[in-house]
């Protein structure tokens, strides 16, 4: 059992905040899931807090059985990002939970810039399917047992998600790898 | 060690800082496995689940009303064995959720997923009808627990079996198990690598 990230964070991956942060926090999480619609506000609020020295990415973890809607979701933000508005979709996204189906879905895209037709038909035909099994499976190969899971510089965070301990887990990290 | 620019007090306030941190994580993750009823079976007799190399213990369990799974019908395919403690675990995202969404990955090794608890049939069936679970729940009710407990895998305490896992060979053969924390999901990294451990089969052209 590996609590490690397994491909580390690369060019594939969407993320925000400073490249050069001396802490980057991964999240696998579903669009779906209220316990990841739970955490969205407290890592919105933890970004803004460490600015530069947070970098964040998000990877899809969708349990498509049990949240019909997640995979495609987890699809449209891909979508999304092909034309850069991944995180303007993400974030759509988490503060629309309970309206997931693909009409909305579309909506959404337009709503980010997207041509809707193309948004239609990228998930009809499952453009970025594979993109978001990949995800997937690289979190079930890092150890993610559930959603959201999150990594700090790599390695598992098994704590609770609520702001203090997270942020305090985060600031420390920072410390220890702060450049010189 | 001193690092240039930095004074040393700095440097041993976050060290101390960091060594807190991961004190806290530890004794946090105890506190969590303290409050299951773990702890109450952990000091007379921990479950020791069936070492690799120990020939899996053949058994015939209900896997619908009407409809058994014997395992040593399973021969020439690896199996994998899933004890879980019960049905209707209230989280989303739950061990067998998981296990489910990774099914394909399993089947590329031929692999076939049984899960076990001492839930009745009617249980399991309700179950897996509400989480869309695409393998076989197998019913260890009669008498309660007796194929958990031929694996090791079983909590007198809390009359249920634990949380562990199980990959046989196409012979037969356990060639890894784990046991997990009862209330922490084991996640399927662990069966894939066994799963890619075990040797093709015999049957392969060359």
Redesign the interface.
């Known amino acids: 059992?590996?609590p490690r990230l397994v491909p580390p964070v690369g060019p594939d991956d969407h993320e925000s905040g400073s490249p050069n942060a001396p802490v980057t926090l991964v999240e696998y999480g579903?669009f779906e899931?209220?316990?990841c619609g739970a955490a969205f506000p407290i890592v919105e609020r933890i970004r803004e807090r460490l600015g530069d020295r947070l970098r964040f990415v998000f990877r899809h973890f969708p349990?498509?059985?049990?949240?019909p809607h997640a995979e495609h979701a987890a699809e449209i933000a891909e979508a999304a990002g092909e034309h850069g508005a991944f995180w303007a979709m993400h974030r759509t996204l988490f503060e629309h939970q309970d309206a997931l189906d693909d009409a909305s879905l579309v909506r959404y895209a337009a709503g980010v810039g997207l041509d809707a037709e193309w948004a239609a038909g990228a998930l009809a035909a499952g453009t970025f399917m594979s993109r978001v099994r990949h995800q997937?499976?690289s979190g079930?190969?890092?150890?993610?047992?559930?959603?959201p899971t999150f990594f700090i510089n790599g390695m598992r965070y098994?704590?609770?998600v609520n702001e203090r301990v997270l942020l305090?887990?985060l600031e420390?990290a920072a410390?220890?790898s702060s450049p010189? | 060690m001193y690092?240039?620019?930095?004074l040393n007090g700095e440097v041993f306030a976050?060290q101390l800082?960091?060594r807190l941190?991961a004190v806290h994580?530890k004794r946090?993750?105890r506190l969590m496995i303290a409050r299951t009823p773990l702890n109450a079976t952990a000091d007379s007799s921990p479950s020791a689940p069936l070492a690799p190399g120990t020939v899996a213990p053949d058994f015939s369990l209900a896997s619908a009303p009407d409809a058994t799974v014997r395992l040593s019908s399973l021969r020439g395919r690896p199996v994998i064995l899933v004890f879980y403690p019960n049905d209707w675990s209230p989280?989303?995202?739950?061990?067998l959720?998981?296990f489910?969404?990774?099914l394909d990955?399993f089947r590329r090794h031929d692999a076939e997923l049984l899960g076990i608890s001492v839930d009745s049939v009617w249980c399991h069936k309700a179950y897996q009808e509400a989480?869309?679970?695409?393998f076989s729940l197998l019913a260890d009710f009669e008498p309660k627990g007796g194929v958990a407990r031929a694996y090791g895998a079983y909590r007198d305490a809390a009359g249920t079996s634990e949380r562990a896992l199980f990959v046989i060979d196409r012979d037969g053969v356990i060639r890894w198990s784990?046991l997990s924390p009862v209330n922490?999901?084991?996640?399927?990294?662990?069966i894939?690598t066994a799963l890619e451990a075990l040797p093709a089969p015999t049957v392969a052209p060359r």
């Open positions: 059992m590996s579903d899931c209220p316990h349990l498509a059985e049990a949240h997937f499976m079930v190969r890092s150890g993610v047992n559930g959603t098994d704590l609770a305090a887990t420390s410390l220890a010189v | 690092e240039p620019g930095r976050e800082l960091l941190f994580q946090l993750i989280v989303c995202g739950d061990e959720s998981l489910n969404e990774v990955e989480r869309h679970l695409g784990y922490v999901n084991p996640g399927a990294d662990g894939l």
